[in-house]
């Protein structure tokens, strides 16, 4: 069994375990496989093992990635999880399932744009900086219910949940897992189409069950399926 199938098979496993014991069906959780700084060679192997859903956070990367004589066809539910510069969301819109790193009012208004120019609808989630670091990308936790107002008015996209990355310290990640859940009912509780609000994206390999416990619909799993990355 090579590296890459029993990593998979090993996060199955977690997911589902964590998912019993959180009282929780393990089909309601998705497992992304962060393949950036991966080459298309390892993504192939991931899907020929049954995978499907592919994350990637470089927009070069990934364009080259998905036109790659290996993965230009196939199936492949693609997720766009890096932050998203306005500039570069007309060379994504279309291309993804869903972009995971819009976290500015902005940046939603350009994505909009660009889906009614290119006649086009898109999903998003709004990533929010649940731990405060100033190393973080993401919307403040208590700007999301003004900017929701907003965010709900824009056509031709679909803000679908709410996404975040926690910090390292394995004492505070669950406990912003939770602010995340809790906050993602406070946007249902204004939300015109609450059950569009459907998805959490959160936990990475070293805390995903922690995420899992407390209501992630999505995963990002990068280093435990295809090992350490490289630097771009």
């Known amino acids: 069994m090579s590296s890459i199938s029993s990593g998979l098979q090993d996060i199955y496993r977690r997911i589902e375990a964590a998912a019993v014991e959180a009282g929780r069906e393990p089909a309601s959780i998705r497992l992304i496989a962060v393949s950036k700084t991966k080459p298309a060679g390892m993504v192939r192997e991931a899907f020929d093992e049954g995978h499907r859903l592919f994350g990637e956070s470089y927009l070069q990367e990934f364009l080259e990635k998905r036109s790659d004589p290996l993965l230009e066809g196939l199936p492949i539910e693609w997720h766009f999880i890096g932050h998203l510069q306005s500039n570069k969301i007309r060379s994504v819109i279309g291309k993804v399932a869903l972009i995971h790193g819009i976290d ?12 009614q120019r290119q006649n086009l609808h898109a999903e998003y989630l709004l990533e929010v900086n649940t731990s405060g670091e100033s190393t973080k990308y993401g919307m403040a936790p208590d700007e999301v219910l003004s900017a929701a107002e907003t965010l709900f008015t824009l056509p031709a996209i679909t803000l679908r949940g709410l996404m975040n990355i926690a910090s390292p310290d394995a004492a505070s990640a669950p406990k912003e897992f939770r602010k995340l859940r809790q906050l993602l009912e406070q946007l249902r509780d204004a939300a015109p189409n609450p059950e569009q609000l459907s998805e959490l994206s959160m936990g990475m390999s ?19 399926i295809f090992g350490a990355r490289g630097v771009l």
Not at 104 to 115: C, D, G, V
């Open 104 to 115: 500015k009012i902005s940046t939603a208004r350009e994505l909009s744009r660009q889906a």
């Open 206 to 224: 070293g805390d995903f069950e922690a995420a899992v416990m407390e209501g992630a619909t999505m995963i990002r799993i990068g280093t435990a």
